[in-house]
Nanobody
Framework: QVQLVESGGGLVQAGGSLRLVCAASGRTFTSLHMGWFRQAPGKEREFVAL????????FYEDSVKGRFTISRDNAKNTVYLQMNSLKPEDTAVYYC??????????????WGQGTQVTVSS
């Protein structure tokens, strides 16, 4: 079993930055690919970013490329999402997810409780 706890969300003005943090416990962290997803009000949850077990490979949803950066620290069992140049359309609840399989369309095995990000115009 894996427990994921997100933090770092908040209210920020357009153009600002936030760094989300996901702390993992339980199953060996280095065996898990880690992803960030988000869900805006009235919309389905969508993929944001993905990082491989070692951190060597990353993948981003098109609308966040060049603005968001996913990274991980395997020594701290933590994954990060650095979000720069935030836009009002980035407003959503952001979720951390983990799975031993790689993919953006798979059903991830483990999920955090989410952290709210609100970007004001």
């Amino acid at each position: 079993q894996v427990q994921l706890v997100e933090s770092g969300g908040g209210l920020v003005q357009a153009g600002g930055s936030l760094r989300l943090v996901c702390a993992a416990s339980g199953r060996t962290f280095t065996s898990l690919h880690m992803g960030w997803f988000r869900q805006a009000p009235g919309k389905e949850r969508e993929f944001v970013a993905l990082i491989s077990t070692s951190g060597a490979f990353t993948f981003y949803e098109d609308s966040v490329k060049g603005r968001f950066t996913i990274s991980r620290d395997n020594a701290k069992n933590t994954v990060y999402l650095q979000m720069n140049s935030l836009k009002p359309e980035d407003t959503a609840v952001y979720y951390c997810a983990a799975d031993p399989r790689w993919g953006t369309e798979i059903t991830y095995a483990y999920w955090g409780q989410g952290t709210q990000v609100t970007v004001s115009s």
